[in-house]
């Protein structure tokens, strides 16, 4: 159906071979609980509406049926790899694609926040799934600013609530796709090093006065590992993960 994210209106728009299989559901709990690690890499599971959508650190993620991008991909990167880097990788992924439709810049909020003009438009999820990693996006599309969630801090936005056009999701998606292939195959064969430039120009944290896990000190950059720097009073520290807080 024209509007959907059904095969049909998707499959002739891909041209990698990232989303093959394509796993289609008008309805799901959850994209991430779609894909098992028997399927090849390349996997994706997408859904117009999750009934149980999970965001970071136990959250919920939720949007309107049939508005946004809700969707999971089946990654089996290399074991010389850090799997706690494809948060970056997907996230400058859908960074670039964001900034292919509107034509504005985006910023990521490390781990793993899109933003535009400082407002969050895509949360990546990735979780390691028996040998595989599967890694969730949720792009928030055609949202109205009542559809959105109230979120702390940066507040939410989607596409159409920044330039008021309504989109077809289907040729996002597929652009989406072939993004997140090309930086992982980057990242895939020369590590994180490779797209350290592109994520540092869009990081939105460095020079700030940030807390992360109950120790505040400015952000100093991302390192070339995917750890935040934070610079305190004590020295520089290397933050694996956790979540970014503005200091007020
Ligand atoms: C976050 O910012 O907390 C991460 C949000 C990830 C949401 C996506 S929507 C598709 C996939 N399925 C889920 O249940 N979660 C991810």
Do not use: H
Request: proline share 6%; with cysteine.
């Amino acid at each position: 159906m024209p509007g959907m994210l059904a095969p049909e209106e998707v499959g002739p728009l891909m041209r990698g071979r990232f989303g093959r299989p394509y796993l289609y559901a008008a309805e799901c709990d959850s994209t991430q609980r779609t894909l098992d690690d028997r399927l090849p890499e390349g996997a994706l599971a997408v859904c117009e509406a999750q009934t149980a959508g999970r965001g970071r650190l136990g959250r919920s993620w939720s949007a309107p049926p049939g508005k946004a991008i809700l969707c999971s991909l089946l990654l089996r990167p290399p074991s010389d790899r850090a799997v706690s880097e494809l948060a970056l990788v997907a996230g400058l992924a859908t960074a670039l694609t964001v900034e292919e439709a509107l034509a504005r810049a985006t910023g990521i909020k490390w781990p793993n926040d899109v933003l535009v003009a400082g407002r969050k438009v895509a949360g990546i999820l990735a979780e390691t799934r028996g040998g595989a990693v599967v890694v969730g996006i949720g792009l928030n599309v055609n949202q109205d600013s009542l559809d959105l969630p109230a979120i702390s801090q940066t507040g939410a936005a989607s596409l159409y609530t920044v330039d008021g056009r309504r989109r077809e999701r289907a040729p996002l998606l597929a652009a989406l796709l072939l993004n997140l292939e090309e930086q992982y195959d980057r990242w895939r064969g020369a590590g994180l090093i490779s797209l350290i430039e592109p994520i540092a120009a869009r990081d939105v944290l460095r020079g700030r006065t940030i807390s992360v896990s109950g120790t505040t000190g400015v952000a100093g950059g991302i390192a070339p590992d995917g750890r935040l720097v934070l610079l305190t009073s004590e020295g520089g520290k290397l933050v694996a993960s956790g979540e970014a807080t503005l200091a007020l």
